[in-house]
């Protein structure tokens, strides 16, 4: 027991933050073993355990990301981020046009000499946040002047948004909106985010009418069959009604842990559905527990725009925060059918080994942010650190 409270003292950063992402990755180790059950028994001969350590694996090599993250100074993010946009750029072009077609979506690419798929748009989404954070603490002198300062932001969110959509839309859509918050937070004028979202709507009906044409290579039908069934069918079509039943099913303190009937029906039941599953295995308190999480990290985040000493880091830990925040909840709407179906997972709850590690390493960014939120004698002292190495080179 000392050993692990010496552990826990020697973590940098929020300790709050840190036990959230303890209890995600609980979760999702727990909530995964039990909603693979019908995929070990259809694909690995009812070898649950697979999916279990597989699990347990992705989890474990991501809270070591978040540990490597949380010690690199986050100044050193906003220097890397142009070199990663340029890259993040041509990997999703590459992506859309010869990505592996999953689930009728090309989001995915095999890494060389292995049999492990990597979803680019992951990657891309973090990158454009850091870019988006970096952008507008450099400009906040003349935040105002469209031309020097506004335009630059513009363009790379228009493109990497652009790149995401014809292939993962709710992805691109809550890209977008992050980055419209991140503006409305880092002083933009009011007039040019109202610009930014003409942009998003003229760019989203340019994609409309390229799908009409060039229907193969968009996925107009699926937009069109889940808004069409959200908007029309009063119980939401097959998905949401196997949701609703196993959230109703659950009551208040659910069928127990690895109980869920509904995983049998579920589509997706370990990714997209996996909310529902919680509710079912543990109850309506299980499933205010996961929300209240979420709410805790927003809150925790929010203490760190308050007292973080930069601009670039108060922004950064905000925007990273949001774009998990509002996934989780777009995640959970459609459980309960507020949204149509998206098609985005559970932060670090979902199984997927690309979601888990990325959310990861952003929470690891979001630490070294708050690491010298606590500490700011040592923020400045990097600070001269970083300032050294880079005249040296």
Not at 126 to 142: C, D, G, P, T
Not at 294 to 315: H, K, N, Q
Request: hydrophobic content about 50%.
């Amino acid at each position: 027991m000392t050993k692990v409270k010496e552990a826990y003292y020697n973590l940098k950063g929020d300790k709050a933050i840190w036990f959230i992402i303890l209890l995600l990755g609980l979760f999702s180790i727990l909530a995964v073993y039990s909603a693979t059950g019908l995929a070990a028994f259809k694909t690995r001969g009812g070898d649950t355990e697979y999916y279990l350590f597989k699990q347990i694996i992705f989890v474990g090599a991501g809270f070591g990301l978040t540990y490597l993250c949380s010690r690199l100074h986050y100044m050193k993010y906003s220097n890397l981020a142009p070199l990663m946009l340029v890259i993040a750029v041509p990997l999703l072009i590459y992506t859309w046009a010869f990505g592996d077609p999953i689930n009728d979506a090309n989001r995915w690419i095999t890494i060389p000499f292995s049999n492990a798929t990597f979803q680019t748009s992951d990657f891309a989404k973090l990158v454009l946040i850091v870019f988006v954070a970096r952008s507008l603490a450099i400009k906040q002198e003349f935040i105002k002047d469209f031309n020097s300062a506004f335009l630059p932001i513009i363009i790379p969110v228009a493109i990497v948004c652009g790149l995401i959509a014809p292939n993962d839309l709710s992805t691109a859509g809550l890209l977008f909106l992050t980055c419209l918050l991140m503006m409305f937070i880092g002083r933009v004028s009011l007039q040019y985010v109202g610009m930014l979202i003409i942009v998003g709507v003229i760019l989203f009906s340019f994609l409309i009418v390229l799908a009409n044409f060039f229907p193969d290579a968009f996925r107009l039908e699926t937009w069109t069959n889940r808004i069409n069934e959200w908007l029309y069918d009063a119980d939401g079509g097959f998905h949401i009604e196997q949701s609703k039943i196993a959230i109703a099913s659950g009551e208040y303190f659910g069928v127990g842990p690895g109980n869920s009937l509904q995983r049998n029906y579920l589509p997706n039941p370990f990714s997209d559905s996996i909310y529902a599953i919680i509710c079912e295995e543990y109850g309506l308190l299980g499933g205010v527990f996961v929300i209240f999480l979420y709410l805790w990290l927003l809150l925790r985040c929010m203490r760190i725009v308050t007292r973080s000493p930069r601009t670039f880091g108060s922004i950064l830990a905000i925007g990273l925060c949001l774009n998990i925040v509002i996934q989780a909840f777009a995640n959970i709407a459609v459980s309960v059918n507020l949204v149509p179906a998206t098609g985005l997972t559970l932060p670090l709850v979902s199984m997927g080994g690309t979601s888990i590690l990325f959310t990861c390493i952003t929470f690891g960014i979001i630490l070294s942010v708050s690491k010298f939120v606590e500490n700011p004698s040592m923020h400045q002292i990097e600070l001269e650190e970083i300032a050294e190495d880079e005249s040296d080179h």
